[in-house]
Structure formats: structure tokens, C-alpha cells
């Protein structure tokens, strides 16, 4: 792991795909070593990796724990999409009241007969020809 400054850390590892370099924050809490990953480098530079340190040592003035924060905010992010996910109902419950009365009241179904048109009699007893 190298040391850049204020609890800024690249930690470098061998992955499946080949080096793996990491940004990681550490700071400590009521004596608790803590780590928050900011990115991965290269995607994440240097100059980037140093504001979002900024960053987290700003929520840590404020009396807050940045993994504590960084969690609450996934976990609320999670359950919007979750919500998202679920279906919802097509109509509202007073369109359905809405509906279910207009078809209870007498003629409110249509006819299924075309307008102007006999119906046709069957014919009982005649023969084919």
C-alpha cells in the first residue's frame, strides 16, 4: 500500500486480470481503524482521488463517520431502485370505484349487436337442399 498524505492510500494488489490499483481513505473512529474506497485508478486519478479524500475528511469535521455515510447513502440508493422495480398498480383506487359503478348501472354495457341490424332467426325444421 503507498502512502500519499492526510490517510490517502493506493493500495496495489495482483487480481485475476493483472495489477489492481486502488484509491482507499483511512482514518480511525473511537480507536477503530476504518477504510473507504474512492475508486480505482486509473479511472480515478491522483488530482481526483485527493478532492474526494478532501471530501471525506470534510464529513469527518463534521462530526461523522464517511463509511458510516458512505453506506446510508448505498442503502438508500439500493431501496429507490428496488422501488422502481416493484409494479405499480395501473389505475388508481377511485378510477376502479369509478369504473365498477358505471358498469353496475343498467345499460351501461353496450350492446354487442351492430345498431340497425335484425337479428337473425334460426330456422328449425326447414331442410337443406
Known sequence: MLRD???LYL????GAEGVIKSWLYR???SGKD???GLGSYPETNLA???KLADAQRAIRAAGKDPLAEKRAARAELEAKIEAEKTPRPRHSASASRHTSRRIRQPGAIP???PPGRARCKPTHGSSAQ
Open 34 to 36: 476504518r477504510t473507504v
Open 27 to 29: 482514518y480511525s473512529v
Open 11 to 14: 493500495q496495489v494488489h495482483a
Open 48 to 50: 481526483d482521488a485527493r
Open 111 to 113: 350492446s354487442l349487436k
Open 5 to 7: 498524505d492526510r490517510g
